[in-house]
């Protein structure tokens, strides 16, 4: 089973960063597709973004240009850069990790607990 730690939410004003980091667990890292998800109150959760290989990306349209995903392997982490934050980006973030050959966008595979971010205007 594949365990995953997510840190780095907080609260920040809009138009501030932040950068969340997921630790995974094992040497079984780079075998895995791995996703930022994110739920918002009342809403569906929704895909963010995610990293196929190191430099093959996915994203929601809406973060395209602020969001940044990224990997190191050697730490067995993910990351998120979130610049130009928003109040619409106020949600629980969740890192998702699922085998390759999985769609990238879709909701499969191992969960992390979730970190609060909160953009006040």
């Known amino acids: 089973q594949v365990q995953l730690v997510e840190s780095g939410g907080g609260l920040v004003q809009a138009g501030g960063s932040l950068r969340l980091s997921c630790a995974a667990s094992?040497?079984?890292?780079?075998?895995?597709?791995m996703a930022w998800f994110r739920q918002a109150p009342g809403k569906e959760r929704e895909f963010v973004a995610s990293?196929?290989?190191?430099?093959?990306?996915n994203y929601l349209d809406s973060v395209k240009g602020r969001f940044t995903i990224s990997r190191d392997s050697a730490k067995n982490t993910v990351y998120l850069q979130m610049n130009s934050l928003k109040p619409e980006d106020t949600a629980v973030y969740y890192c998702?990790?699922?085998?390759?050959?999985?769609?990238?966008?879709?909701?499969?595979?191992?969960w992390g607990q979730g970190t609060q971010v909160t953009v006040s205007s």
């Open positions: 998702n990790a699922k085998p390759r050959g999985s769609d990238s966008r879709g909701g499969g595979g191992y």
């Open positions: 094992g040497r079984t890292f780079s075998n895995y597709i």
């Open positions: 990293s196929i290989w190191e430099d093959i990306t």
